[in-house]
């Protein structure tokens, strides 16, 4: 079976800096996919960036220019590298991962989630 965790969530205050992580472990054969979504207080899922196997990225428009994804196979990790922070990116952010756990299929498997608070 496959394990997503996240780590890295915290406290911040407005205008700093914080880096997630996201490890995948377990019966592992390739990933096709990992992405991270945030879902703030009342406010639905949003998708905040995914990367693929092939390194092609995508980021939210409130996020643009502001967080950071990147891959490190080696470690079936992502990370979410989060600058400039405002207090509407507060938010549980998860993590999922599209895994090849044999040739044929593929799953989506998430992670529990970690809290980022942006506030004075």
């Known amino acids: 079976q496959v394990q997503v965790v996240e780590s890295g969530g915290g406290l911040v205050q407005p205008g700093g800096s914080l880096r997630l992580s996201c490890a995948a472990s377990g019966s592992i054969f390739r990933i096709i996919a990992m992405r991270w979504y945030r879902q703030a207080p009342g406010k639905e899922r949003e998708l905040v960036a995914s990367i693929t196997g092939g390194a092609s990225i995508n980021y939210a428009d409130s996020v643009k220019g502001r967080f950071t994804i990147s891959r490190d196979n080696a470690k079936n990790t992502v990370y979410l590298q989060m600058n400039t922070l405002k207090p509407e990116d507060t938010a549980v952010y998860s993590c999922?991962?599209?895994?090849?756990?044999?040739?044929?299929?593929?799953?989506?498997?998430w992670g529990q989630g970690t809290q980022v608070t942006v506030s004075l």
């Open positions: 999922n991962a599209d895994v090849y756990s044999n040739g044929t299929y593929w799953n989506r498997y």
